[in-house]
């Protein structure tokens, strides 16, 4: 599976929309992108996921590049209990997912 | 309905003492993850299972860990001979065997080895 690079941790503050960036330049045709949460001390929660088109859920957006080397999630009106660490994961179907550092984000009042 | 449970939620032992840690997963999923999670760190996959049939077991760290799933619903996550390396958080996750193969997480157990 591909890996991907998110930036440490970033900052947004509250009722802004969060925009959260991944690369992912060796993905292949055939894997789709998966974006998860984890807030502190829970399991991780799944949000969204796509392959090429661009996808919108009750809970985020998923803008995906024409050339798919690169994504963004986007939280539109972000709460403070959106804080978390945000995880970008590439992978073929149901089988083993690598999750990497994440992005922690920080909404702030 | 019901979601991923596992238990127990926090367990102590004493290294070279041997622990069973349990997920229920969500009835009907056919997949079952367990990882493995260092604190500020990411999961680690450990092994998944289709059914009770174990698919992949590459990301189990060492001979003292082991999974089951016997009858394709429970499934026990065994460390043997715990080491302080082993502490951390050991997550499961079910899921269908079907698009979007969105993975549904418990809480997790904490394990410290003392």
């Known amino acids: 599976d591909a890996k991907t690079t998110q930036p440490t941790s970033m900052d947004c503050a509250e009722g802004r929309a969060a925009n959260l960036p991944c690369n992912h330049s060796?993905?292949?045709?055939?894997?789709?992108v998966y974006w998860y949460r984890q807030i502190h001390s829970q399991g991780p929660q799944y949000i969204i996921h796509g392959l090429k088109n661009n996808e919108t859920n009750e809970m985020a957006s998923l803008i995906i590049t024409e050339d798919r080397k690169s994504s963004t999630l986007i939280l539109p009106h972000a709460t403070l209990r959106d804080t978390a660490v945000y995880y970008c994961?590439?992978?073929?179907?149901?089988?083993?997912?690598?999750f990497g550092a994440g992005t922690r984000l920080f909404v702030k009042a | 309905g019901a979601g991923v449970s596992q238990s127990p939620r926090y367990k102590v032992a004493k290294r070279g003492q041997d622990v069973a840690l349990r997920c229920d997963p969500i009835?009907?999923?056919?997949?079952l993850f367990w990882y493995q999670q260092a604190l500020g760190q990411g999961p680690e996959f450990l092994t998944y299972f289709q059914n009770e049939a174990q698919l992949d077991k590459s990301g189990l760290p060492s001979d003292r860990f082991f999974a089951e799933r016997p009858e394709g619903s429970v499934s026990t996550l065994k460390i043997q001979r715990t080491q302080q390396e082993d502490s951390a958080v050991y997550l499961c996750a079910s899921s269908l065997n079907q698009a979007p193969y969105e993975q549904y997480f418990g809480p997790g157990t904490r394990l410290t080895v003392t």
């Open positions: 009835s009907g999923h056919v997949s």
């Open positions: 060796t993905i292949s045709g055939n894997e789709y």
């Open positions: 994961i590439v992978k073929t179907g149901g089988f083993k997912t690598i």
